[in-house]
């Protein structure tokens, strides 16, 4: 079993930049895919990216596409979401989770391991 902790999140103005950092712990984390989500107030928990075991296939959400790169070292098991050109629709709590499933999977259901969340706030 894995253990996930996010980190990184913050209040920043619209237009800048965070980094957000998830490590993993206990199992390596080579064996699981990868992905990023968020929750903002009222509102259900949608897929943000994911990325696969190797690191060398991604997957974004429409909404952040071309804005936030999904990336992983395994070595430091460590998966980061580099967030640019954020906007005040970006305010949410964004949560790290693993999956066992091979493939890059946007829905939730597919991941069985969640980290605590951090919250992202995003000023206009």
């Known amino acids: 079993q894995v253990q996930?902790?996010?980190s990184g999140g913050g209040l920043v103005q619209a237009g800048g930049s965070l980094r957000l950092s998830c490590a993993a712990s206990g199992r390596t984390s080579i064996d699981y895919g990868m992905g990023w989500f968020r929750q903002a107030p009222g509102k259900e928990r949608e897929f943000v990216a994911s990325i696969g075991r190797s690191?060398?296939?991604?997957?974004?959400?429409?909404?952040v596409k071309g804005r936030f790169t999904i990336s992983?070292?395994?070595?430091?098991?460590?998966?980061?979401?580099?967030?640019?050109s954020l906007k005040p629709e970006?305010?949410?709590v964004y949560y790290c989770a693993?999956?066992?499933?091979?493939?890059?999977?946007?829905q939730s259901f597919m991941y069985s391991i969640w980290g605590q969340g951090t919250q992202v706030t995003v000023s206009s």
């Open 98 to 106: 693993a999956s066992l499933n091979y493939g890059l999977w946007s």
């Open 55 to 63: 690191g060398d296939s991604t997957h974004y959400a429409d909404s």
């Open 72 to 84: 992983r070292t395994n070595a430091k098991n460590t998966v980061n979401l580099q967030m640019d």
């Open 4 to 6: 996930l902790v996010e």
């Open 90 to 92: 970006d305010t949410a």
